[in-house]
């Protein structure tokens, strides 16, 4: 019986993973010509965030069915939930996009996307290792989303500074400062993420 229950959330929680770097890619890859193409953008990710959230819901009812999981209750939720945030996030931005009409992503723009679209690769291998019960090698993983999340924030500090040298319009600026920081914070969901796999790890191994 425990088997087959461990198979179920490890089923989910690819499908969860699976699905977040499916979001990530979509967010790095859509390109955005003109404002219609903000609405497209906006509603493709909602859908994305819509799936996402099904899952979790599956998982938590799943959760309270189960007699016995292979790890931990807390940590399966742990997961589900921190790799719910990282989706939540990439959804918000787009909704900011949106709300702002920005058509052009800036450089620091396209660098956190890439951090972050990276860090959700590192996130769906971390889960494969997990469901093959290979522990000691999600820490590598954990190690470089970690790495992605410093990346971040160096490039926060440096579009900030950027944005008052160059910008002269105090609505650009609280728009572009605003989507910096929720795509810094997408970061740091990842980086929960990875603290998550290592409590797992020295919690099992």
Aim: hydrophobic share 40%.
């Amino acid at each position: 019986m425990a088997a087959k229950k461990k198979d179920k959330f490890a089923n989910y929680l690819t499908q969860i993973s699976l699905n977040l770097k499916d979001s990530a890619d979509f967010f790095a890859d859509y390109k955005l010509k003109d404002i219609s193409d903000l609405k497209i953008f906006s509603e493709k990710m909602k859908e994305l965030e819509t799936k996402g959230d099904s899952f979790v819901h599956e998982v938590i009812k799943e959760l309270n069915d189960a007699f016995i999981t292979q790890i931990e209750r807390e940590d399966i939720l742990a997961l589900t939930m921190s790799m719910d945030d990282v989706l939540d996030g990439i959804e918000h931005t787009a909704a900011l996009f949106e709300m702002y009409s920005i058509t052009q992503a800036d450089d620091y723009m396209r660098k956190f996307v890439e951090s972050i679209r990276q860090s959700t690769y590192e996130i769906v291998t971390a889960i494969e290792l997990l469901s093959a019960k290979k522990l000691t090698s999600i820490r590598e993983h954990a190690i470089k989303i970690k790495d992605y999340e410093s990346k971040c924030d160096a490039i926060l500090r440096e579009s900030i500074k950027h944005l008052f040298v160059v910008e002269k319009d105090p609505i650009r600026i609280i728009q572009y400062k605003e989507i910096y920081e929720e795509l810094e914070e997408i970061a740091d969901y990842c980086q929960s993420v990875a603290n998550t796999l290592e409590t797992i790890i020295m919690k099992n191994s």
